[in-house]
């Protein structure tokens, strides 16, 4: 207990306890711990020191955050009334979990009879038991003997679903650089920073145009993909699960990437005869963050739906039983290591124009292959999407004010693929007209302002349909894609450049919109969705600098302007939403794609 940085204390009883438990400040985490206890060290640290759960406990010893103290002291008083009474500790709708009859047992059964949730982890072959016998004790001690807790610290601190690459080519030996790290004091935030600070630096190698800046680059870009697995080891090895973590994880990944392609970017316009990559950077970015899109969409709509009876599921349950299946399937759809691993190599061996048609080329496949799965899965389950899930979707779309109004004012009509067809007809024409109108004219204009009644309407009524979590992914690539035409066809200069840095600040903002609905504290303040304008207003504001200003370099301007504007105010807000206590403390596992 002590190693794992209790202060301990002996109680004869349940009441001596509590007296002692009254005595420790308020701010401290707090453990009972039952003292015939024999188990696996690392048995005891899942069970009390992960700082995700408010209650947590494995058999024979509990513990409680400082908000649940008053719950345990509540606890504490009903479980030694209920065993003096000779009552039941718990009566009616919370399980009697007969295999832990110690006190801290019983008074977890209490906690959660009060309605305080008591996480159990899942301890697999270790130990953790509270022997009443010679016999049991010794049986207990020899268990503990024959599993190496340090072998299973280590092997639980790989997620258990990643690519091929990160499998077999990294986490074999960054689980140990993780163990290192853990030694040294080293915190996952400070190991995700070291890698952002690797990927930045990878950029300005890529940057400088020269052969062996690529090359550089292509090894700084694979270890800081190293450090970016070795700090998600590094937590679930030493359950340093934080809010700035989750915060820190969930962006660096994307700053990375689109960093890179930026240096590549410029790189390409130094090197020998001045290559304009712009464009496909932008490309690369914007199919990227669309696939991700679709990605968090289905699985939001499907995350608490009402059955499940799709054959395409069922289908897919059956491939993973098949292991060669379940590697192809996942590098298909090219994940984070594959990808990154890829890039690095090409940039060592090729131009960055070669780079960024590989992404373009590998990310469409693997856009079309799970996007086709995606929507088989939707045409052939029966499933009954909760108000959450429509919710999500509403919050994943982005409307602002003028779609907002569109909404309230005018109703589409329910049912069917009223929703999708609506998002995607507007999507379509407003791409359209950016990329074929004469640059400088009000046709796109015009569209954008049919996109945004089109995507009131859209989002006028709850999305529950089997195919609305497209919704959001068509206002994604209407508004990305509209950018990126009407910078690419105005022949400015660095109007491309200003047009990557606008989607890169509203791509931060879609992230971390998802990231916190994935932490259950909901979407964005509407102040801030109205303040950066919704997408539609955003578009409307694109085509509008493109028709008042044309191809002058006030055209760039403006755009830098709106994507300074926008990352400010999105940045400023998601970092005192991600320091506040309001947070989740949970960290991010990582994008498979």
Request: net charge positive; proline share 5%.
């Amino acid at each position: 207990m002590r190693a794992l940085g209790f202060d301990v204390r002996s109680a004869a009883d349940a009441g001596e306890a509590a007296a002692l438990l009254r005595d420790v400040p308020a701010g401290h985490r707090v453990a009972l711990v039952d003292p015939r206890f024999v188990g696996h060290v690392h048995a005891l640290r899942l069970g009390l020191t992960d700082p995700r759960f408010a209650a947590a406990g494995v058999p024979g010893a509990l513990t409680v955050q400082p908000d649940a103290r008053a719950a345990l002291l509540r606890a504490m008083d009903r479980t030694v009334a209920a065993v003096g009474a000779g009552r039941p500790v718990a009566d009616g709708g919370v399980p009697d979990r007969t295999e832990d009859r110690t006190v801290p047992g019983r008074i977890a059964l209490a906690l959660e009879a009060g309605g305080t949730a008591v996480q159990r982890p899942e301890l697999g072959s270790l130990t953790a038991t509270v022997p009443t016998t010679p016999e049991e004790r010794a049986a207990a001690r020899t268990a503990v003997a024959a599993v190496d807790d340090e072998a299973v610290r280590l092997r639980s601190a790989v997620k258990a679903h990643d690519g091929f690459f990160t499998t077999h080519c990294i986490s074999p030996y960054s689980r140990y650089i993780a163990r290192w790290c853990a030694r040294r004091g080293l915190t996952p935030n400070q190991v995700t920073t070291a890698s952002l600070i690797t990927a930045l630096v990878a950029a300005g190698c890529a940057a400088t145009g020269t052969r062996a800046g690529f090359v550089a680059a292509g090894l700084l870009l694979l270890f800081s993909f190293v450090l970016d697995c070795t700090d998600g080891q590094l937590a679930r090895y030493s359950l340093q699960y934080s809010t700035m973590g989750a915060w820190l994880d969930a962006t660096f990944d994307r700053a990375k990437e689109y960093a890179y392609y930026a240096g590549l970017a410029i790189g390409a316009s130094h090197s020998g005869g001045g290559d304009d990559v712009w464009a496909l950077a932008l490309g690369a970015m914007v199919l990227q963050a669309c696939r991700h899109v679709v990605d968090f969409s289905f699985n939001e709509a499907n995350h608490d739906a009402v059955s499940n009876t799709s054959p395409t599921a069922a289908l897919s349950d059956r491939l993973d039983s098949v292991g060669w299946t379940v590697w192809l399937r996942r590098m298909i759809v090219l994940p984070i290591g594959e990808r990154w691993a890829m890039i690095a190599v090409l940039t060592a061996v090729t131009t960055p124009r070669i780079v960024f048609y590989a992404l373009l080329v590998g990310c469409s496949l693997a856009a079309c292959y799970t996007t086709a799965g995606r929507l088989l899965r939707s045409l052939t389950r029966k499933a009954r999407r909760t108000d959450r899930a429509a919710r999500a979707l509403a919050d994943l779309a982005d409307s602002g004010v003028l779609a907002q109004a569109v909404a309230a004012s005018v109703r589409r009509p329910g049912g069917g693929f009223a929703a999708p067809l609506l998002a995607l007809v507007g999507s379509g024409l407003m791409i359209a007209t950016a990329l074929r109108a004469p640059f400088g004219s009000w046709w796109p204009v015009a569209a954008a302002g049919v996109y945004t009644v089109l995507a009131g309407l859209a989002v006028s009524r709850p999305l529950k349909g089997a195919l609305d979590w497209l919704v959001p992914p068509f206002f994604r690539a209407a508004e990305y894609c509209a950018v990126l035409a009407l910078a690419a066809r105005s022949g400015v200069p660095h109007a491309v450049p200003a047009a990557f840095g606008l989607v890169a600040a509203v791509a931060y903002h879609h992230y971390d919109t998802v990231y916190r609905i994935r932490g259950g504290t909901g979407a964005p303040p509407q102040w801030l969705v109205r303040t950066v304008l919704g997408h539609e207003g955003r578009t409307l504001v694109a085509a509008l600098f493109a028709a008042v200003l044309g191809t002058r370099s006030s055209f760039t301007t403006a755009l830098t302007a709106l994507a300074v504007a926008v990352a400010l105010v999105v940045t400023v807000e998601s970092i005192r939403f991600w320091v506040s206590s309001s947070a989740p403390a949970v960290h991010d596992e990582g994008e498979l794609a």
